[in-house]
């Protein structure tokens, strides 16, 4: 799931790349405050397994082979912040030292396998689990499901930052400068083999990695709390995938009519509003003109929104850790 | 001693497909042997340029890639980064050639369909000569420096000490890691002697051993670091001193003439 | 006595060093072999090299009158008869345990040769009481002690009823009434007719073990081959 550079525009690497700094910083805090300054060694190491991890071929049953990402298997041995940190080293050594993976891309590659990977991961495990915490069984079918879960919304995301370039980064003639295929293309051609094939073999890796470490050394794992589970994330997930309810409502909200709504409405358009100020932008009315399905474009235009708000506030962060550092 | 131990047994072996070892060990040993790779005897000018330059201007190079809309500037950093063949080591030379091919023929299979549909000629080779530009950008710093010239680097593009740390040490317990890896497929090569029925639980429990190594060392490590009164700081070491030699000035010419083909 | 190993001016290199530098012996069977030298002299190497895991950059390695190279190792069905006879005990037991229970451990060589359920449970059963660790059976080697993770690698290795032993400091980091054991054992297995080749720093308290004393140099050559009565404080 290596995104080279050259597939991503610079902007949408730099957006990506820039909401991903609270999530490091985050998950920063939340290491320091669980295991003090013994993180360093311990975040080096996870990092070299992360990597080492994403090396190995393991036999499959069926007589092939296949390559786990192990982002889910990370997240559930030491939690997903820890997760996050190692799994973004491991790719840094993979661009700095390998070559594997883009250096300017290395934003979006953190976004979709340190930080979506492992959290839909973890928060599926939580939720399915609570279901019945006792059944051994139940436990392993939860483990397998959500690293499934993690590889199918990993690829979406990736196939949804393919598919978002040719609609923004076009040439004068209309033509895509970055990656050539739309949303339509992209989000198939992404997620059929994963849903098929990587995501099993993720599942499968997960599982029996898992089941040897419990068995062998159980109190190695990452103590799952339920507590920590805050409502808001939740909500907010809810929140955007329901977002496409509001196309079940007809006609426009009250004051946001256009021109061609009010002449429509009153027979003549005001003055001001001909000759009023006019902007076009990116995705207008929450749509993309590729996608035949308004529902699929209303949630796309939802999760670039929450992306932008991330990108905004990681942005607003560095700036004010500068200012505070010069103060200081 | 059993009547078993002193009898011979008459066993002949059975087909069965163990690949998976092979090649296992075949990947971490060349991730090893990169990693490892230390100052040979060359005297290729490429290898005693500034690591600051090659850093700075493989950014520069990465960077105009992606925001250039001229296939003549994305082919001249293709040729210019492969001209730096002539300069590397046979190992080095190699593995970039390897990498350049795998580059161009992939981003072509996946840029191919794009032609009938949705893009131009001219669009689609612009993509694959930034794609292959790039990844030689990078392939060129990796394989003319070595890995701890690149962490030393690092160092000078104001990493905070901490990053640096957690990287390099990443590094070391990589190799670390690597190593018990290769001796645990070779004692699994070793074992089947026969027909394996447990091949994935086996490499599974292989995983399981590695996380389970990773945690001790880093206990070890953390307990290491205090009983030598590390504090949680981790100053950046000073560079060596900057020193502007005839290979830099190469460079630096090249590498700008080359960016002036933007200009055309 | 038959020759089963005859290694002819082989040169190995590790890591752009040569670890062994035109060395050539002879293991006949029923050999204890003491293969002795100070540190990175390429005692280990030597050992990878019979073990068929390495091969020689230089000369020519044979095992049972077979050559071993680089060709003739793509055979997989003559790689794993190689493997089936040649018993490796790591230096680091810890890379050979990766079974939940001991008794898994040491199942898992036997469950390979295809034998029924009850053999694999005598000599399963036969390999713990021969190393007196019966009662470890259910234990998960990973948290066993450093002697004891010895003793099921032993355990694991035996039940593959191999031809011959090969040892890589079987000594190290055990106590004096395991190292007795070791000695014991060493002592019972060349005896039976097999062969046992060991790779060791020091001789002084294993002396009895052994019949014949091969030593390294720093130079990476042979510096001694010979019998162990002959061997006496040699310089290596």
Same mark, same amino acid.
């Given at each position: ?122 928060? =599926? ?175 796309? =235009? ?27 | ?15 069965? &497909? ?33 690591? !600051? ?31 730096? @063949? ?8 190699? /593995? ?15 840029? @191919? ?90 490499? !599974? ?5 590695? !996380?389970?190594? &990773? ?12 009983? /030598? ?34 200009? @055309? | ?9 082989? %040169? ?30 390429? $005692? %280990? ?55 939940? %229970? #001991? ?79 070791? #000695? ?9 007719? $097999? ?21 390294? %140099? ?15 404080? #040699?310089?290596?």
């Amino acid at each position: 799931m290596h995104i080279p550079d050259n597939y991503l525009s610079p902007s949408t690497c730099a957006i990506i790349g820039a909401a991903m700094v609270p999530v490091w910083s985050r998950c920063i805090k939340k290491i320091k405050y669980e295991f003090a300054f013994k993180n360093i060694p311990s975040i080096s190491l996870m990092s070299a397994f992360s990597f080492l991890i994403m090396m190995f071929n393991v036999p499959l049953p069926g007589g092939t082979t296949g390559h786990a990402v192990g982002a889910a298997l990370v997240a559930l041995l030491i939690g997903p912040y820890a997760a996050c940190i190692s799994i973004s080293v491991a790719l840094m050594v993979q661009a700095l030292l390998f070559g594997d993976g883009g250096i300017i891309a290395f934003g979006a590659n953190a976004f979709n396998m340190a930080f979506v990977m492992p959290f839909a991961a973890y928060y =599926s495990y939580i939720v399915l689990k609570s279901i019945s915490p006792q059944k051994r069984s139940w436990k392993h079918t939860s483990i397998f499901i959500s690293a499934y879960v993690s590889v199918a919304v990993g690829s979406l995301i990736a196939a949804m930052e393919f598919g978002i370039q040719p609609l923004l980064f076009k040439d004068a003639a209309g033509l895509p400068l970055y990656s050539p295929y739309p949303l339509s293309v992209a989000i198939p051609a992404m997620m059929i083999p994963h849903l098929l094939v990587v995501g099993f073999i993720e599942a499968f890796i997960t599982v029996g990695v898992y089941s040897y470490i419990e068995k062998v050394s159980p109190s190695s794992i990452y103590e799952l709390s339920y507590s920590k589970l805050k409502p808001v994330y939740l909500v907010l997930l809810f929140l955007l995938v329901l977002c496409p309810l509001g196309l079940l409502t007809t006609g426009t909200a009250w004051g946001e009519w256009g021109v061609h709504e009010i002449k429509n409405m009153i027979g003549f358009v005001p003055k001001g509003m001909v000759h009023g100020f006019s902007f076009s932008s990116m995705l207008p009315n929450y749509n993309i003109p590729a996608l035949a399905s308004k529902t699929v474009a209303y949630i796309v =235009s939802a999760v670039t929104g929450v992306v932008l708000i991330m990108a905004m506030f990681g942005i607003f962060m560095i700036f004010k850790r500068t200012i505070t550092k010069k103060g200081s | 001693m059993y009547n078993w131990l002193l009898q011979k047994d008459n066993y002949v072996p059975k087909q069965d &497909s163990e690949a998976f070892l092979s090649r296992n060990i075949l990947t971490i040993v060349g991730i090893l042997s990169n990693l490892r790779r230390k100052q040979s005897n060359s005297t290729s000018w490429i290898y005693r340029v500034n690591i !600051f330059l090659k850093i700075f201007f493989t950014l520069v190079f990465v960077i105009s890639l992606s925001l250039t809309r001229s296939i003549t500037y994305a082919g001249a950093v293709n040729l210019y980064m492969l001209s730096f @063949l002539f300069f590397v080591n046979k190992y080095e030379r190699s /593995r970039i050639i390897k990498l350049f091919f795998s580059a161009v023929i992939f981003s072509i299979v996946i840029v @191919l369909p794009s032609l009938f549909f949705y893009t131009s000629l001219y669009n689609a080779g612009l993509l694959v000569l930034r794609i292959s530009g790039s990844i030689m950008c990078v392939n060129v710093l990796v394989y003319s420096c070595f890995p701890h010239q690149i962490t030393s680097g690092l160092n000078n593009w104001f990493v905070p000490g901490i990053i640096m740390m957690i990287f390099d040490l990443t590094l070391k317990y990589i190799v670390v890691l690597g190593d018990c890896a290769v001796e645990m497929f070779q004692a699994i090569t070793l074992k089947s002697v026969g027909v394996n029925k447990e091949k994935s639980k086996i490499t !599974f429990s292989l995983f399981g051993v590695l !996380f389970l190594k &990773s945690k001790m060392y880093s206990d070890d490590l953390y307990n290491a670091m205090v009983c /030598r009164c590390f504090d949680g700081e981790y100053p950046a070491l000073k560079g060596k001193r900057f020193n502007f030699g005839l290979s830099d000035l190469c460079y630096v010419t090249l590498s700008c003439l080359v960016l002036c083909v933007t200009l @055309l | 006595m038959k020759e089963i190993i005859n290694i002819k001016n082989v %040169s190995c290199y590790y890591d752009d060093k040569i670890a062994l530098s035109d060395i050539s012996i002879k293991v006949f069977e029923g050999d204890a072999v003491a293969i002795l030298g100070a540190n990175g002299t390429g $005692k %280990s190497t030597l050992l990878k090299l019979i073990a068929a895991l390495i091969m020689p950059l230089k000369g020519e390695y044979s095992f049972e009158g077979n050559v071993v190279n680089e060709q003739t190792i793509k055979d997989k069905l003559f790689l794993k008869s190689i493997h089936k006879k040649i018993g490796f005990l790591f230096q680091n037991v810890e890379h050979q345990l990766f079974c939940t %229970s #001991v008794h898994d451990e040491v199942a898992f060589g036997p469950r390979q040769l295809g034998l029924a359920e009850q053999d694999i449970e005598t000599r399963v059963k036969d390999c713990l009481s021969m190393l007196e660790i019966e009662h470890l059976a259910e234990r998960v080697p990973y948290h066993l002690s450093e002697g004891e993770k010895k003793k099921v690698a032993l355990a694991a290795i035996l039940a593959l009823n191999p031809d011959i032993l090969v040892l890589d400091e079987p000594f190290n980091g055990l106590d004096q009434k395991a190292m007795v054991f070791m #000695v014991d054992f060493i002592k019972t297995f060349s005896k039976s007719g $097999k062969t046992v080749i060991c790779a060791l720093h020091d001789i002084k308290g294993n002396c009895n073990a052994f019949n014949r004393v091969v030593a390294i %140099s720093t130079t990476n050559n042979i510096a001694f081959d010979g019998v162990f009565e002959d061997f006496n404080g #040699v310089n290596y």
